[in-house]
């Protein structure tokens, strides 16, 4: 036989009560028949199973309810694990899986058994979790489907009495069309774990695309009041260009020194007070070099306290937000404990219910008063620096001024003292040399404000990156859209031509059966239709819901690309009314397609008439149960 993946299988299940077995059959692969009388307990035993796989059931019979736990040994994509689940009231029950058969595992040390919650934790995986992980299902998490669950697949995969025919889902209170469809996309393999990756992904790289917007906007903001350049390439250019007339001064000197030593007159007054004036001018120009590499500084600090300002603005607004919320939803009380899964005895009022200290009335409102307040304050008193910051740059901005005025005039004075008598050489090193002080200021200004550039162009590279990698992945998402709706229609479409195919096969009791050529259905909607109706009689609806579980489950022993795990459990093949030669004609359409297969895949119905072609022990599981003798054998007395 074939193997598909996903594949699951029951091989075994054992129901024990005060370590006595009441029930333990062997199953098998392809078609399996639990079969007895009516009120044999053949609802609750699959109950107990469903249970046992990772279901969640609302509510047990008193029966159910005698017994301790279930084990169920299964064959997860060809390997065998056997599960356990202890059955108590409330059935959010963790689960403990073992690696191998049950006869291996019930005489295994505890510690070659791995326990897993019912909810996942930062921690823990859950149970879901880790069948998703064993059967190769991918999980499924989104901002409005929330986690997908093993109980949230056996829902589609376990027709059971209690759901209304007209459901295709097991009806449970909190159910969501999102939930649903994702359940239906994810079994029809239509659903990519990139696609979802890529998705919160997207969330993240937009929100630090806003951040790194809101930094560039301030940095903008600010080096715009001041004049500066905003471009690196230009201010390195003019960096470059002071360098070469740097250059170029130097070799002045140089060669006026040279022409110097030739020359037979020097003019001691003239140099004296030209060393004078020109030690005065270096010092003013280091002046002017000083106050640019404060301001640009200042500039930087300012930037850089923008950004800090908006980042708590948003985080205000995040806090109120929760505040908001809070006072919505009220205080969170747990009925079961995060970690261990067990019932939390409440304490109290006065005091916690889960960690059980002190706590007053208000103490969470206290605490969010308190945050509230500490980012008020520190967004107050950052606005308060930074007004006194641009009134510093204001101070800064006019110190400048005075300076280069000061530094002009004793340009204007070094000139007057050149133009006195002194030879042309020492007038070519002296201009030379106030070149040379000139420009090494302008280069120590460059430089600072080089670095504020090259901050900013960092960041702006930084924003185009984040930015071509979002139009990559929503490109990208955009396409696996297309060929994830592209496989969904593919999927329906098969499990819809096994549906006609099916109904064609009933006996005439339904025309819209009979000549079957259009059928819908919608996971989300939770509806199914044939040829526009969506109205027929209760035992055409049993037809209609088995039809489709059996077209889904046979759709997928053909396809490979479905992710159904090939296994369905059915109880409901006698409801409402139908009668027993239509349920036996639906029991050897099952049994036609089954002997035909060459793909290992799993059906479990239960029956009280069941066809004489399938009474057989290649299709039956245990005895045939009675009232006097049920399902679950309790010592001493009948249970059902």
């Known amino acids: 036989m074939t193997l598909f993946t996903p594949t699951l299988q029951v091989r075994r299940l054992v129901i024990r009560c005060r370590n006595v077995s009441v029930f333990d059959e062997n199953f098998h692969s392809g078609v399996n028949i639990i079969r007895g009388e009516n009120s044999s307990g053949k609802s609750t035993l699959l109950n107990i199973l469903f249970y046992g796989l990772g279901g969640f059931t609302p509510q047990w019979s008193d029966a159910a309810l005698r017994c301790d736990g279930v084990f169920v040994e299964v064959l ?151 004049g500066e350049s905003l471009s690196l390439h230009s201010v390195r250019e003019e960096r470059q260009k002071i360098i070469n007339m740097i250059g170029q001064a130097r070799s002045d000197v140089e060669q006026a020194r040279k022409a110097s030593l030739v020359e037979q007159e020097m ?76 019932p939390i005895k409440h304490q109290e009022h006065s005091h916690c219910h889960l960690c059980h200290q002190p706590l007053s009335e208000n103490a969470g409102r206290n605490r969010f008063i308190h945050i509230l307040n500490d980012v008020t304050i520190q967004i107050r008193q950052s606005e308060i620096l930074q007004r006194e910051r641009f009134e510093e740059l204001k101070k800064i901005e006019a110190s400048e001024t005075v300076a280069l005025n000061e530094w002009r005039q004793l340009a204007t004075a070094y000139g007057e003292v050149r133009a006195a008598p002194s030879s042309k050489s020492d007038q070519l090193i002296s201009e030379a040399n106030r070149r040379i002080g000139y420009l090494q200021g302008q280069l120590e200004n460059i430089e600072s404000r080089e670095k504020i550039v090259k901050k900013l162009t960092q960041i702006s590279d930084r924003k185009e990156k984040i930015n071509a990698n979002i139009s990559r992945l929503q490109e990208r998402n955009y396409n696996l859209m297309l060929a994830q709706e592209s496989r969904y229609q593919e999927a329906k479409n098969h499990i819809a031509s096994h549906i006609k195919i099916i109904l064609r096969k009933d006996l005439r009791r339904q025309d819209a059966f009979e000549y079957a050529d259009d059928v819908w259905f919608d996971f989300g909607g939770n509806r199914i239709t044939v040829n526009d109706q969506e109205y027929f009689s209760a035992s055409s609806r049993v037809i209609l819901k088995n039809t489709f579980f059996a077209a889904f489950l046979l759709a997928a022993m053909e396809d490979k690309k479905f992710r159904h795990p090939r296994f369905f459990i059915m109880d409901t093949i006698e409801e409402h009314g139908i009668e027993p030669v239509r349920s036996q004609n639906f029991q050897n359409i099952l049994l036609e397609y089954f002997a035909e297969t060459k793909v290992d895949a799993q059906i479990i119905f239960a029956t009280a008439n069941i066809s004489p072609d399938a009474d057989d022990e290649a299709y039956t599981v245990g005895r045939f149960f009675t009232r006097d003798e049920p399902t679950l054998l309790f010592e001493g007395s009948a249970s059902h």
């Not at 001691?268 to 301001?295: C, F, I, M, P």
């Not at 923008?306 to 109120?320: E, M, Y």
């Open 76 to 226: 997860i994509n060809g390997n065998v694990a056997t599960l356990f689940r202890s059955i108590q009231k409330d059935t959010r029950q963790p689960m403990e899986i073992y690696g191998g058969a049950y006869d291996e595992a019930i005489i295994s040390p505890v510690s070659q058994w791995i326990k897993y919650g019912y909810l996942r934790t930062e921690s823990r995986e859950s149970f879901s979790q880790a069948l998703f992980r064993l059967l190769g299902i991918p999980e499924v998490y989104n901002e409005n489907s929330g986690g997908l669950t093993m109980h949230q697949l056996l829902r589609i995969l376990y027709s059971d009495q209690l759901s209304p025919i007209e459901s295709l889902f097991r009806i449970e209170p909190f159910d969501t069309a999102t939930i649903r469809e994702a359940v239906g996309r994810l079994l029809c393999g239509a659903f990519d774990t990139e696609f979802y990756e890529n998705q919160i992904y997207l969330r993240r790289m937009q929100k630090e695309y806003d951040e790194v917007s809101a930094e560039l906007r301030s940095l903008y903001s600010v080096l715009g009041q001041v």
């Open 267 to 342: 003019h001691a007054l003239s140099l004296e007070q030209a060393e004078q004036v020109y030690a005065a001018l270096e010092k003013a120009q280091g002046t002017v070099s000083k106050v640019r590499e404060d301001k640009n500084a200042l500039i930087l600090e300012i930037a850089d306290s923008d950004a800090f300002i908006n980042h708590q603005k948003s985080k205000l607004k995040s806090l109120q937000e929760a505040s908001a919320a809070s006072n919505a939803f009220g205080t969170v009380e747990f009925i079961s404990c995060p970690a261990c899964l067990e």
